[in-house]
């Protein structure tokens, strides 16, 4: 079958969804449910509706837009990404797997194509952990991986809850409705840029995913003494933010001693309070991301990381509070779609090669109801979560073009 992809169309779409920002060009920021985010979701509806797309949004605002199959008693098949950015991101980043995937269908249309399972594009709310410091809270309740009630509880820094944001936003019904039945879609296929410089690098344009690396979050409150800047004497002091700053340096040390070349750690938010240049910073927040693609090093370095905030508080005078936010296993993609993505690469004659994700995506939720995988094209020099994020035209549209052979065969 020939699909033709309307290449310039979709470019029109993804900057068009760029401009919808908290941020000027070329920054593109979408929190969960801010005035940007609710702006963009309105518009891929629209878009949705214009291919013909019948959607239904459900309770904490994942939205499911789907091209019906001709046999409506089979498990459907599903496609999909998210569109929330965290702040000062680029326009790819899970933007390529909704519209592309919007794509996709439009053109299986278009070629005559009719599925017999339906298809479902589905965006995912807040796969971005910026509001609530929990990543793809939309899969996670979908997967049943986060439990209705501990969705119910999660606040946002200034203390507003999930269900107020949800509610505020128009999404209905209560939180327990949102987890999926397993095997309640036949396969998952998330259309992503890679986040990495391999494709890139190797000359290849299509990355098919095996595995995704198993994230992890701590979230910690520091607690120490404020005072003067110039009257509080060095001997006397229990500054949070040097303590953070320890814990910040033992996290690097835990990911580069780890034993695996893979475990990566980030203190991506550390903030100090009062926040006065003449004053002893009395409290840190911090959050840390750790990660492997192996689950015993990537403990084993949570663990080291957990001991080391304990010890540096204890000899600092410090109290801690430390909670793990989340602390998830990879995901291992299936063998069978694996393979025959790389049998519709051949037969399309575009280059491809089986890889891991490193970054985590709502296919690793995805993945505790159906078979799942990930089509990876190349972005420049790998850059992601940041605003010169790039994939061009043509990357996009192989991997649009790969992603509507797919449904196309696992949709029949
Ligand atoms: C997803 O955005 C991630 O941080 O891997
Ligand atoms: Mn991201
Ligand atoms: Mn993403």
């Given at each position: 079958m020939k699909t033709l992809i309307a290449t310039a169309q979709l470019q029109r779409e993804i900057d068009s969804l760029a401009a919808i920002s908290e941020n000027p060009s070329p920054v593109v920021t979408r929190v969960l449910f801010s005035e940007a985010d609710l702006r963009g979701r309105a518009f891929v509806k629209k878009l949705c509706r214009r291919a013909g797309l019948a959607w239904r949004e459900d309770a904490v605002g994942n939205i499911f837009a789907r091209w019906e199959g001709a046999d409506k008693s089979l498990p459907p098949v599903a496609t999909g990404s998210h569109i929330d950015a965290i702040p000062n991101a680029g326009k790819y980043d899970g933007v390529v797997g909704v519209l592309g995937a919007l794509e996709a269908i439009r053109a299986?249309?278009?070629?005559?194509?009719?599925?017999?399972?339906?298809?479902?594009?589905?965006?995912?709310?807040?796969?971005?952990?910026?509001?609530?410091?929990?990543?793809?809270?939309?899969?996670?309740?979908?997967?049943?991986?986060?439990?209705?009630?501990?969705?119910?509880?999660?606040?946002?820094?200034?203390?507003?809850?999930?269900?107020?944001?949800?509610?505020?936003?128009?999404?209905?019904?209560?939180?327990?409705?949102?987890?999926?039945?397993?095997?309640?879609?036949?396969?998952?296929?998330?259309?992503?840029?890679?986040?990495?410089p391999i494709l890139e690098k190797e000359n290849i344009s299509i990355g098919i995913v095996e595995k995704i690396a198993a994230?992890?979050?701590?979230?910690?409150?520091?607690?120490?003494?404020?005072?003067?800047?110039?009257?509080?004497?060095?001997?006397?002091?229990?500054?949070?933010?040097?303590?953070?700053?320890?814990?910040?340096?033992?996290?690097?040390?835990?990911?580069?001693?780890?034993?695996?070349?893979?475990?990566?750690?980030?203190?991506?938010?550390?903030?100090?309070?009062?926040?006065?240049?003449?004053?002893?910073?009395?409290?840190?927040?911090?959050?840390?991301?750790?990660?492997?693609?192996?689950?015993?090093?990537?403990?084993?370095?949570?663990?080291?990381?957990?001991?080391?905030?304990?010890?540096?508080?204890?000899?600092?005078?410090?109290?801690?509070?430390?909670?793990?936010?989340?602390?998830?296993?990879?995901?291992?993609?299936?063998?069978?779609?694996?393979?025959?993505?790389?049998?519709?690469?051949?037969?399309?004659?575009?280059?491809?090669?089986k890889m891991i994700s490193r970054a985590y995506h709502d296919s690793l939720f995805m993945a505790q109801i159906c078979p799942i995988t990930m089509i990876f094209i190349p972005c420049r020099k790998g850059y992601s979560h940041r605003p010169d994020e790039y994939s061009s035209p043509g990357q996009i549209e192989k991997g649009v073009r790969v992603l509507a052979q797919t449904l196309a065969a696992i949709s029949s």
């Open positions: 299986l249309k278009k070629s005559g194509f009719r599925p017999k399972r339906s298809i479902d594009l589905v965006i995912f709310t807040a796969e971005e952990p910026t509001r609530f410091g929990i990543g793809c809270l939309g899969s996670r309740l979908l997967g049943g991986v986060l439990p209705a009630g501990k969705a119910a509880t999660l606040k946002d820094r200034d203390g507003k809850s999930l269900e107020t944001w949800r509610k505020q936003a128009g999404c209905r019904g209560g939180l327990s409705s949102v987890r999926l039945p397993k095997n309640g879609y036949s396969a998952f296929i998330e259309l992503h840029i890679e986040q990495g994230p992890s979050t701590l979230r910690l409150q520091l607690t120490g003494v404020g005072g003067h800047a110039g009257a509080l004497l060095m001997p006397n002091r229990h500054d949070a933010g040097l303590a953070g700053a320890e814990i910040s340096l033992a996290v690097e040390q835990a990911a580069l001693h780890s034993g695996s070349p893979d475990t990566v750690g980030t203190t991506g938010i550390f903030k100090i309070e009062p926040g006065a240049v003449n004053s002893v910073p009395y409290r840190a927040h911090l959050e840390i991301d750790l990660r492997d693609t192996n689950l015993k090093t990537r403990n084993a370095a949570l663990k080291q990381v957990e001991k080391s905030a304990h010890e540096v508080c204890k000899r600092r005078g410090v109290k801690l509070k430390l909670v793990r936010l989340n602390v998830d296993p990879p995901a291992i993609c299936d063998a069978g779609l694996v393979k025959m993505i790389s049998g519709i690469c051949r037969a399309q004659k575009i280059s491809c090669k």
